[in-house]
């Protein structure tokens, strides 16, 4: 670890193709605080980690000299939430109009995951702890 660098992540940044079906999707989807909102970003608490939405347009300042990639690009993390059960959380996406990438599935790992995308294509992963026999 470097000196003076903690290990607790505060904040992540997910850079959004259009922050009013953003929150319209994060409001449906988590129960999560809003704890700022201005024109161009909205920040959501998630226990003790906050997650920004900010408008992709407002990004480029905060990344220089690198580029804000496109959407289309596909993946490039994965946010992962544990929960108890996840085959009735994917139930209830589906329920409220939220489709699956994949899942459930039993992983290698010890873990039931199943995944899904906000509008932008951020991937969330939702992982229940399994025994392995």
Do not use: K
């Amino acid at each position: 670890m470097v000196n003076g660098l903690p290990s607790e992540v505060e904040v992540i940044t997910l850079f959004v193709d259009d922050i009013v079906s953003s929150r319209a999707f994060y409001a449906r989807v988590f129960a999560s605080e809003t704890v700022w909102e201005d024109a161009v970003s909205s920040v959501l608490r998630f226990g003790g980690l906050l997650i920004n939405l900010l408008d992709v347009s407002q990004a480029p300042p905060l990344v220089e000299p690198s580029r804000v990639a496109q959407s289309s690009a596909g993946a490039r993390a994965l946010l992962t939430i544990r929960v108890a059960d996840v085959d009735q959380v994917c139930s209830a996406l589906r329920e409220i109009g939220v489709g699956l990438l994949n899942g459930p599935i039993d992983r290698p790992w010890g873990r039931r995951t199943a995944s899904f995308a906000d509008p932008s294509g951020h991937v969330w992963e939702i992982a229940q702890v399994i025994e392995r026999g």
